[in-house]
């Protein structure tokens, strides 16, 4: 049972462009979606995150978009830079400490 | 603060040993969760401890268990090692059990031979 589809698998992008990533979920009963960044050898830092309150929540270049009625998340980064190359993870929590991961989209950033 | 620490950092076991992993929380912080990493399965959730108490458990046969310190430090262990364990295992600790930021160790790459 796949909680959370996240798409795409994997972005190239152009330095200066727009990445665009996309998560959906099916359980209404969450309430706290973040989106993780990962390097290779670390492991994941939290980037951003939202409640289901708030529509949009903007930390820099990094932009988070909520639609609670279309059960979507979504992460919006701006002027992506080489150093942005990374794997992203949304995830969603309900009550307690799990998180539920997407399955990850590998982000390339071209200089 | 220093992070969260994970050791050992790489591992090389064979079928049917075990293992056990070690991970030492954000200082303050009582809750450690651990997570497992695969290409194929993504990252998914095995465990919550907090107050030496485990709270949450994901969807892990058996042989996946852990254990909280007294001074929130965690260990897992995995017995009668398969193929499939294969994977890092990560650590995440928060300063208590509801807070939503967790914060990840490096992991520990476990290799099963």
């Known amino acids: 049972q796949q909680q959370v589809k996240q798409s795409p698998q994997s972005l190239i992008v152009q330095k200066g462009g727009i990445s665009i990533i996309n998560c959906a979920y099916e359980n209404t009963a969450f309430d706290y979606f973040p989106w993780y960044q990962q390097f290779p050898g670390k492991g994941p830092a939290l980037l951003i995150a939202?409640?289901?309150?708030?529509s949009e929540k903007k930390e820099g270049r990094f932009t988070i978009s909520f639609n609670k009625s279309a059960k979507q998340f979504s992460l919006h980064i701006m002027d992506s830079q080489p150093g942005d190359s990374a794997t992203y993870f949304c995830a969603v929590k309900a009550a307690g400490n799990k998180l539920t991961f997407g399955g990850g989209t590998r982000v390339l950033v071209k200089p | 603060k220093a992070g969260v620490t994970q050791t050992p950092r790489y591992l090389i076991k064979t079928r049917g040993q075990q293992v056990t992993l070690s991970c030492s929380p954000i200082s303050g912080h009582r809750s450690v969760s651990w997570y497992q990493q695969t290409p194929g399965q993504g990252l998914q959730f095995l465990f919550e401890y907090f107050s030496e108490t485990q709270r949450n458990k994901g969807n892990f046969p058996g042989r996946f268990s852990g254990r909280q310190f007294s001074n929130s430090r965690s260990e897992m262990n995995v017995s009668t090692l398969e193929l499939g364990d294969s994977a890092l295992y990560l650590c995440?600790?928060?300063?208590?059990?509801?807070?939503?930021?967790?914060?990840f160790g490096p992991g520990t790459r476990l290799l099963v031979l």
């Open positions: 995440a600790s928060s300063l208590e059990s509801t807070q939503e930021t967790q914060y």
């Open positions: 939202i409640r289901p309150d708030v």
